[in-house]
């Protein structure tokens, strides 16, 4: 008998690289990455946020193994979102919120029964109505689950600087600097009564919310590391608020 085909295999951060068997004994907390796959704008790719989300809770997955070993998992992402707003233009793809709550519902009810808690890790505003919804009902059941935004201060709205200079720092190779063009700049506020009609479309031609040529891979490495050092942090506190957010 070859012993090399009879070893322990070390317990893998991944959720799609585990086999059941080496989950059977464990009680682990999830990390689930929710983004969305839709226009942003003419230089980046239509999972921009599943991209940032997955990025996101990888990262805060390593950070939290490494202070609390084997208790945390990495989930496959969930890569559509409610995203209708963004339905004027090619390649996006919506589920919407009805959908959406529906798959977090059922995600929850399913993979609770064998881990302990799981944290959805949120890449997509257009997603928090259904990320609300489906986590209430999930707590009201019993099950312990919570969600985590992926929040850039004083960043702007879509495609423009914040996400620009994000995926410049982790898929560099994927963003069109030739292609890039600044977009409507205006404060989302000001731009939401005519969104609320006519989505991105009616405020953007090009689908970009803010501008995107001033973004450096700079920026996005502190953008990244304060998203990630957040994510991480909330999800030890582990302090879900009364919309199962966790402050």
Do not use: K
Not at 67 to 95: K, M, W
Not at 159 to 183: F, K, N, Q
Request: negative net charge; aromatic residues 6%.
């Amino acid at each position: 008998m070859n012993s090399a085909y009879h070893r322990r295999v070390a317990f893998r951060s991944e959720l799609g690289d585990s086999t059941s068997t080496q989950l059977r004994d464990t009680a682990p907390t999830i990390l689930i990455p929710v983004g969305s796959t839709e226009q942003h704008g003419p230089h980046l790719p239509l999972d921009t946020d599943t991209r940032i989300a997955t990025a996101v809770a990888r990262a805060a997955t390593a950070d939290l193994n490494r202070r609390d070993p084997n208790q945390f998992l990495l989930a496959p992402a969930i890569a559509y979102g409610a995203s209708g707003e963004h339905q004027g233009f090619a390649g996006t793809v919506s589920i919407g919120t009805e959908a959406l709550t529906a798959v977090l519902v059922e995600y929850g009810r399913s993979a609770c029964a064998w881990a302990r808690r799981i944290v959805f890790v949120n890449g997509h505003g257009g997603n928090l109505e259904a990320m609300r919804s489906a986590v209430r009902r999930l707590r009201f059941e019993g099950r312990d689950v919570a969600w985590c935004p992926c929040l850039a201060e004083g960043g702007d709205a879509h495609a423009g600087h914040t996400e620009t200079s994000l995926l410049l720092h982790i898929s560099p190779a994927d963003v069109d600097t030739e292609a890039w063009c600044s977009g409507n700049r205006e404060p989302l506020a000001t731009l939401l009564p005519q969104m609320r009609h006519g989505g991105v479309a009616a405020v953007s031609e090009v689908g970009v919310l803010g501008d995107p040529t001033t973004a450096t891979p700079v920026d996005g490495a502190r953008i990244f590391e304060h998203m990630t050092a957040q994510c991480s942090q909330r999800v030890s506190r582990w302090q879900p608020g009364q919309d199962g957010m966790l402050t």
